[in-house]
């Protein structure tokens, strides 16, 4: 998806100039001719269809999101430094990250000023159900986990059926209506967890490794070693050893914050290339795999 926008030069500069002088200064004396013009900037924004999981708000590596309750959803707050962990993590992709860029279209006659709005394409971490249980006896009827269930996997059934469906009786329970989960359509997310308000579910389930999509690199011989970037890497994964620039590679996520801080570009955020990222994610899978076949021998 991507979005353009216009804007006319002499409205941008007017806008200059309104935020350049005090209001009660005549803004008719001032003018500005704004010869280049060139922006960028990264969104992170969640959808309406968020499920209220939850998985976002525990990975955030900033505490940046809020966490949802059945009557709202999730937000990320202006403490986030775009990492993009939160939509590699959310299981049904309403995080979405986008690319806002702008610039003076220089082949317009008026130098038109685009916006565009682009949206990034972000692989996702692993996420697999591996058990998941509900105590019927602490269940009081909600129904915020049918609601919210992405995949429909919570119902709601009487007694008799649930029973057969288990091959089990439940003598225990009352003759009514309860919600039964369907194991084989449960992805794991953890939306009716969060939101049970008396522990009745319990899940065990398998979260991924944060895949890498990008590389800090480090240029040691432009450093002035001015601790700018030790300072302000929100992970601590930085650290200025005498005149070298150390990086903790497994705590780097590669956010960006460090090398727009950087006052000589000592550093910098590449993106790997796709295969790399590729043969990165095919060898988690490979790993999971082999993790889940050994638990099932096990069992």
């Given at each position: ?271 790997l290339e796709k295969s790399e990222s590729s043969e990165e994610l095919k060898d988690l899978e490979k790993s999971e795999d082999l993790e889940n076949n050994t638990d099932s021998e096990t069992n």
């Amino acid at each position: 998806m991507e979005i353009k926008l216009k804007k006319q030069m002499e409205d941008l500069q007017r806008e200059v100039v309104l935020k350049s002088v005090d209001l009660d200064d005549d803004i008719d004396d001032f003018e500005v001719d704004i010869g280049a013009y060139d922006g960028y900037d990264k969104l992170i924004t969640i959808s309406p269809r968020c499920v209220r999981c939850d998985l976002c708000v525990e990975e955030c590596p900033v505490d940046a999101i809020s966490p949802s309750s059945a009557v709202k959803k999730s937000r990320v707050e202006n403490n986030c430094v775009k990492c993009e962990i939160c939509a590699q993590t959310c299981p049904v992709s309403c995080i979405y990250v986008m690319e806002t860029k702008s610039a003076i279209n220089k082949e317009s006659d008026d130098g038109d000023v685009e916006y565009s709005l682009k949206e990034v394409k972000v692989p996702h971490r692993v996420l697999r159900m591996k058990d998941i249980n509900i105590d019927r006896t602490k269940c009081d009827d909600c129904g915020d986990c049918v609601k919210f269930c992405p995949t429909k996997a919570i119902t709601i059934k009487e007694k008799s059926i649930i029973e057969a469906a288990d091959d089990t009786s439940y003598p225990y329970l009352e003759d009514k209506e309860y919600p039964y989960i369907d194991k084989e359509l449960c992805v794991g997310c953890g939306s009716c967890v969060n939101l049970c308000n008396t522990d009745a579910i319990t899940l065990d389930r398998t979260l991924g490794p944060v895949i890498v999509t990008k590389s800090l690199c480090i240029d040691q011989d432009a450093c002035v070693q001015c601790y700018l970037c030790e300072e302000s890497c929100p992970v601590d994964a930085i650290r200025l050893d005498g005149d070298e620039v150390v990086l903790d590679d497994d705590k780097c996520i590669r956010c960006n914050v460090c090398s727009s801080k950087c006052p000589v570009n000592a550093l910098s955020l590449k993106d790997l290339e796709k295969s790399e990222s590729s043969e990165e994610l095919k060898d988690l899978e490979k790993s999971e795999d082999l993790e889940n076949n050994t638990d099932s021998e096990t069992n």
